[in-house]
């Protein structure tokens, strides 16, 4: 693990005439999102979800439990005891299990090519598949253990078993349309779009006003700002969509960038603390993420104390995850008062990692003491 610190001193002309520390109110913010001309409906059109996306612990774990908890009730319906249920349950989940990790195997490696399928053709891929698997399973159990059967029974019980595996099949892959739909419902789309379409006019206004007090004094530096606020801008502006991912390098990289801009605007008021673990940087997130909550660090905690705070942004893996930190200090009573925040930036950073990562993903934000910290573990 590395650690920098850093802090820029102010640069020319003091705050009030030139590098911006106005009063005026400021507009709530998640900083820089995508600002494309897209309709919403076009938007939505080109980055749903595939109904064959279950390559995510979560997924998984839903569709064992439904149906392990399907096959429970169905056993429980024709037998007389618990111990007959025990060792009936246990027998069709011998089958159920191998069947049901077969199946989601399969959507997983060739998610891209079902999803470019017609539905109508997804629906068939998708049950047809399920009854094989089931059946392949069936067969598997009774060349291993079951005992020989009539060959009328056993066309029956065949075709019950492949009836079964398609019907479960249908239930959950239904279940995995309805989900791919709701991960950007209309209200969750429109909400998103007026967050990533807000850029803050006086982070705006603050950084072309030093870039300007720079031009004479030190062309080199107001030529980085503009590299820095071109950056941010680019990213703004790309059409990732909210399904893109982006690695935590590049996300560190584009805090820097902001922060470095924030920090000619409040020169030593702002001390930035980077505890940075490299072995974390490919870790996959949703892009944009963590700039939005540098920002509310530094609208929130630095900007309305008089002797400024420290900012730290920690990254660590720990057995196999990735711990992102951002916590910011917080003014005293003493301070000016801040403007009020509503949690829509946190709110929205949440979603968006609970759309990525599923249950694999935490994330928390709370006070404690005189510091704010906002925790994200994600999957390496």
Not at 113 to 142: F, M, N, T, V, Y
């Given at each position: 693990?590395?650690?920098?610190?850093?802090?820029?001193?102010?640069?020319?002309?003091?705050?009030?005439?030139?590098?911006?520390?106005?009063?005026?109110?400021?507009?709530?913010?998640?900083?820089?999102?995508?600002?494309?001309?897209?309709?919403?409906?076009?938007?939505?059109?080109?980055?749903?979800?595939?109904?064959?996306?279950?390559?995510?612990?979560?997924?998984?774990?839903?569709?064992?439990?439904?149906?392990?908890?399907?096959?429970?009730?169905?056993?429980?319906?024709?037998?007389?005891?618990?111990?007959?249920?025990?060792?009936?349950?246990?027998?069709?989940?011998?089958?159920?299990?191998?069947?049901?990790?077969?199946?989601?195997?399969?959507?997983?490696?060739?998610?891209?090519?079902?999803?470019?399928?017609?539905?109508?053709?997804?629906?068939?891929?998708?049950?047809?598949?399920?009854?094989?698997?089931?059946?392949?399973?069936?067969?598997?159990?009774?060349?291993?253990?079951?005992?020989?059967?009539?060959?009328?029974?056993?066309?029956?019980?065949?075709?019950?078993?492949?009836?079964?595996?398609?019907?479960?099949?249908?239930?959950?892959?239904?279940?995995?349309?309805?989900?791919?739909?709701?991960?950007?419902?209309?209200?969750?789309?429109?909400?998103?779009?007026?967050?990533?379409?807000?850029?803050?006019?006086?982070?705006?206004?603050?950084?072309?006003?030093?870039?300007?007090?720079?031009?004479?004094?030190?062309?080199?530096?107001?030529?980085?700002?503009?590299?820095?606020?071109?950056?941010?801008?680019?990213?703004?502006?790309?059409?990732?969509?909210?399904?893109?991912?982006?690695?935590?390098?590049?996300?560190?990289?584009?805090?820097?960038?902001?922060?470095?801009?924030?920090?000619?605007?409040?020169?030593?008021?702002?001390?930035?603390?980077?505890?940075?673990?490299?072995?974390?940087?490919?870790?996959?997130?949703?892009?944009?993420?963590?700039?939005p909550l540098v920002e509310n660090a530094v609208k929130h905690g630095i900007e309305p104390a008089a002797q400024g705070g420290m900012l730290r942004v920690r990254t660590r893996?720990?057995?196999?995850?990735?711990?992102?930190?951002?916590?910011?200090?917080?003014?005293?009573s003493s301070a000016a008062p801040a403007v009020p925040g509503h949690g829509i930036a946190l709110r929205n950073v949440h979603e968006r990692l609970r759309l990525m990562h599923?249950?694999?993903?935490?994330?928390?934000?709370?006070?404690?003491?005189?510091?704010?910290?906002?925790?994200?573990?994600?999957?390496?």
């Amino acid at each position: 693990m590395t650690a920098a610190k850093s802090s820029a001193p102010p640069v020319g002309r003091t705050p009030a005439s030139g590098l911006g520390t106005s009063t005026a109110p400021v507009l709530l913010s998640t900083g820089f999102g995508g600002l494309d001309g897209d309709t919403p409906d076009r938007r939505l059109a080109d980055n749903r979800s595939s109904a064959f996306d279950v390559c995510h612990v979560g997924v998984v774990l839903r569709a064992v439990l439904f149906v392990h908890g399907v096959l429970a009730l169905g056993v429980a319906f024709s037998v007389a005891d618990a111990g007959a249920w025990w060792r009936q349950f246990a027998a069709t989940s011998a089958v159920a299990l191998p069947a049901l990790l077969v199946w989601l195997i399969t959507a997983c490696l060739a998610e891209r090519r079902l999803a470019r399928l017609p539905a109508g053709a997804q629906w068939a891929a998708a049950i047809s598949w399920g009854g094989a698997c089931a059946l392949a399973a069936r067969s598997l159990w009774d060349w291993v253990q079951w005992p020989a059967a009539t060959p009328e029974a056993s066309v029956l019980q065949a075709f019950a078993v492949a009836a079964t595996g398609a019907a479960m099949a249908a239930a959950f892959f239904h279940w995995l349309r309805q989900r791919a739909r709701l991960q950007l419902p209309a209200a969750t789309t429109a909400r998103l779009a007026e967050l990533q379409s807000r850029i803050r006019p006086h982070f705006l206004f603050n950084t072309l006003n030093t870039a300007i007090a720079l031009v004479r004094i030190d062309p080199s530096r107001a030529e980085t700002v503009l590299e820095d606020l071109a950056e941010l801008f680019r990213v703004a502006l790309s059409d990732g969509g909210p399904q893109a991912a982006t690695t935590l390098g590049d996300e560190i990289e584009l805090a820097r960038r902001y922060l470095q801009i924030e920090e000619l605007r409040f020169g030593a008021r702002l001390q930035v603390r980077w505890e940075l673990d490299p072995q974390a940087d490919g870790a996959r997130l949703p892009p944009l993420l963590l700039q939005p909550l540098v920002e509310n660090a530094v609208k929130h905690g630095i900007e309305p104390a008089a002797q400024g705070g420290m900012l730290r942004v920690r990254t660590r893996v720990r057995r196999n995850q990735v711990e992102i930190l951002v916590a910011n200090s917080l003014p005293g009573s003493s301070a000016a008062p801040a403007v009020p925040g509503h949690g829509i930036a946190l709110r929205n950073v949440h979603e968006r990692l609970r759309l990525m990562h599923d249950v694999a993903a935490d994330f928390s934000a709370r006070r404690h003491g005189d510091v704010y910290r906002v925790q994200i573990v994600v999957p390496l």
